[in-house]
């Protein structure tokens, strides 16, 4: 196992700084290895914003949803007032977790010993502290995390010295503000334990040279056009009759996003926003993939989806979603079993790093992003 110093020397990703088609991906190493994870979780997922969901979910004070970032396990909740926060989920008293899953509640209640914490995540009741000494309830509040939102989606930031979050994303808004986010509500999540490092998965959905191979049946080829890009992410471009989001058959789609121009639904956009969120937008819905590391070699996928307001309002919505659901379904699981696939591969003690392809530039961008933050000062 390497040491620290040695993990963060740059001579083991000379490489992998050079230009894409001069490049090599990652030394295998990278996706195997305890000591890198932990220098991962330290230099990247406790340093930059990392998303936890859409504000949709919360609907209403009291709406919950307990999640994490890289393990690290959070409650995102929204208060008496409407306002969407933000707090580590770890009761003050002994660390207890408050929440699991998904739901609602009138206070935060620990299952331990019942202490009660306020929506705004106050202490309100720790029954039996009467004797100890100096005590005082309003030193024992939630500890709060940082949360700041772009159009619905919701990103939280474990170090209080990074910038805001619209710094750290750059140009992104402008390239899909005619999506109308806010306007688009998500109608399904669904999770899958998916054997692989989240880099893995991450480069994958950032290539398309897999496309033709991985997906011949459910999706066909696919041509992306990269993106100019000034911030923590990367994108392309993929014309929609490539990208239709129903499986080949005879049905009708439903309507574009009514605020796109006809120029902007010619194509749909592919976008990685590191370090582990995938988002598309297309002609007429939108969806995600949370990446959600669970150690070096295993993740939890969170795909969410959803469609614009008055889309969910049609008599067939129910109906035809389901093809929809259908098809992201196919293509979810077809590279979800090429990820484990490749996780086997990198493992071996002969594994070494590749060359890339004109066609996995986005590869490079994902590995130049992760090794400029774990060699950054």
């Known amino acids: 196992m390497l040491s620290i110093d040695q993990l963060r020397d740059p001579k083991h990703y000379a490489n992998v700084l050079k230009p894409p088609l001069e490049a090599e991906n990652l030394p295998p190493w990278c996706y195997t290895d305890d000591g890198f994870y932990r220098l991962e979780i330290e230099r990247v997922f406790m340093k930059v914003w990392n998303f936890v969901g859409r504000a949709d979910l919360m609907a209403n004070p009291g709406d919950y949803l307990a999640t994490d970032v890289a393990g690290i396990p959070i409650i995102i909740i929204r208060d008496r007032e409407g306002a969407v926060r933000a707090f580590a989920n770890s009761c003050r008293h002994r660390g207890t977790q408050l929440l699991t899953g998904e739901g609602n509640c009138r206070a935060i209640v620990c299952p331990y010993h019942n202490w009660a914490f306020d929506l705004d995540g106050a202490l309100v009741s720790a029954a ?3 004797e100890t000494v100096g005590f005082d309830k309003k030193d024992h509040a939630l500890v709060p995390l940082r949360l700041e939102s772009w159009a619905g989606f919701l990103f939280v930031n474990f ?16 390239h899909v503000v005619a999506y109308d986010f806010p306007n688009l509500v998500t109608t399904r999540r669904k999770v899958w334990d998916v054997a692989c490092n989240w880099k893995i998965y991450l480069e994958n959905q950032r290539e398309s040279y897999h496309i033709p191979t991985v997906h011949r049946e459910s999706l066909g080829d696919q041509i992306a056009t990269p993106l100019d890009v000034n911030g923590a992410w990367s994108g392309s471009l993929i014309g929609v009759e490539q990208t239709a989001a129903i499986l080949k058959d005879d049905t009708t789609p439903f309507p574009p996003i009514a605020s796109l121009t006809e120029t902007e639904r010619e194509a749909s956009h592919f976008l990685g926003l590191y370090p582990n969120i995938y988002l598309v937008a297309t002609t007429d819905c939108f969806w995600w993939m949370e990446i959600k590391p669970r150690g070096p070699a295993r993740i939890e996928l969170v795909v969410g989806s959803g469609f614009p307001k008055e ?3 049609r008599d067939d919505f129910d109906d035809v979603v389901q093809r929809y659901y259908k098809r992201w379904d196919t293509s979810h699981d077809e590279d979800n079993r090429i990820c484990e696939q490749q996780q086997i591969g990198v493992n071996s003690p002969l594994a070494l790093p590749g060359r890339l392809a004109r066609r ?18």
């Not at 170090?159 to 402008?174: E, H």
């Not at 590995?367 to 000062?377: C, F, P």
Request: net charge negative; aromatic share 4%.
């Open 128 to 130: 039996g502290m009467e």
């Open 159 to 174: 170090d209080a010295d990074a910038g805001s979050l619209l710094d750290y994303l750059g140009d992104l808004p402008d």
């Open 360 to 377: 996995e530039r986005g590869v490079n961008a994902v590995d130049r992003w992760i090794v400029e933050q774990i060699l950054a000062d």
């Open 311 to 313: 889309t969910i309002a």
